[in-house]
């Protein structure tokens, strides 16, 4: 990938991660994700519209993310990618920038999709540090050399049912196909983060994992934008949940009727500690119909 036209240091959305969240170089991007690909069978299928991918750092949940995210159509032209960390009502946030810093080089923004979307909806831009998309973008450069990106931010409310069904109404006018990756995490337990409904132990864990974290992917799996919504407001079982609706309401437009789930992992099995938090890969097709 190139660069296009003429290009200075306000054209590009600079990495604000640092290297403990992915690799900083090419050679070591690349590195990481052979040792993945070593560790996992063959793709089940590679006809995904759409997924829910986490967004911790690489060593927590990056692995996750890839197993998720290479089950998408490998003809994807554009990748749309929506983060969250904005509450219900905060609405949709865009990046205007028109690249993306990647340890592969930059992503080109898709500017046209942008532009059709900005006349359906309104939307602020995004100027906020944030991981949610960041994280995703050197797995998607990597899967999807050729692919746009469109960075994208919602709130958890009826904002991300709004923006999950315009996107799939402009994606089903374009020729090139278009994937959509809602990004969140799970249920984030513990003090660190002041929830612990169920103190600290065994039992905790437990709670977190098997209730908590089980019921917001059943509802996920089963593409109910209420309840997932629901789940992650009122149970705070999820830290994004606008983007995992997005995502939901973007397959359910193309005829989706129910999610795989690629896998779960938590935190605590990597460090256990009385602070963790829990992860999903679900992918989304309708290869079937």
């Excluded at 089940?44 to 927590?60: L, T």
């Excluded at 995210?69 to 929506?82: F, M, N, S």
């Excluded at 920038?97 to 831009?125: M, S």
Aim: aromatic share 8%; proline share 6%.
């Amino acid at each position: 990938m190139h660069y296009i036209g003429n290009m200075n240091d306000r054209d590009v959305r600079k990495r604000i991660l640092p290297p403990g969240w992915y690799p900083a170089n090419e050679k070591d991007t690349v590195h990481v994700i052979k040792n993945w690909e070593k560790s996992l069978e063959a793709p089940g299928i590679q006809s995904g519209m759409s997924g829910v991918v986490p967004h911790a750092g690489w060593s927590f949940s990056g692995k996750l993310a890839y197993k998720t995210l290479r089950q998408l159509d490998p003809e994807t032209k554009v990748v749309i990618v929506v983060g969250g960390h904005m509450r219900a009502g905060d609405g949709i946030a865009i990046a205007e920038e028109q690249y993306f810093e990647t340890p592969f080089g930059p992503v080109p923004a898709a500017e046209d999709f942008k532009k059709k979307l900005r006349k359906q909806l309104t939307a602020k831009e995004d100027k906020a540090a944030d991981n949610t998309v960041e994280v995703q973008l050197p797995i998607v450069r990597y899967l999807f050399p050729e692919a746009q990106v469109l960075w994208l931010r919602v709130g958890a409310g009826e904002e991300a049912i709004e923006l999950g069904r315009i996107c799939a109404g402009i994606a089903g006018t374009l020729s090139e196909k278009v994937c959509m990756i809602g990004s969140t995490d799970l249920t984030h337990y513990g003090p660190n983060y002041g929830f612990a409904p169920k103190g600290i132990g065994p039992e905790a864990v437990k709670w977190a994992q098997q209730e908590n974290d089980e019921g917001i992917i059943r509802n996920m799996l089963q593409m109910q934008s209420a309840d997932v919504l629901e789940w992650g407001n009122e149970r705070k079982a999820a830290c994004s949940p606008g983007a995992a609706v997005a995502a939901i309401e973007f397959a359910a437009s193309h005829g989706c009727e129910e999610g795989i789930l690629t896998g779960y992992e938590s935190s605590y099995s990597l460090h256990p500690d009385s602070s963790f938090v829990g992860y999903a890969g679900i992918v989304y097709s309708n290869a079937d119909k």
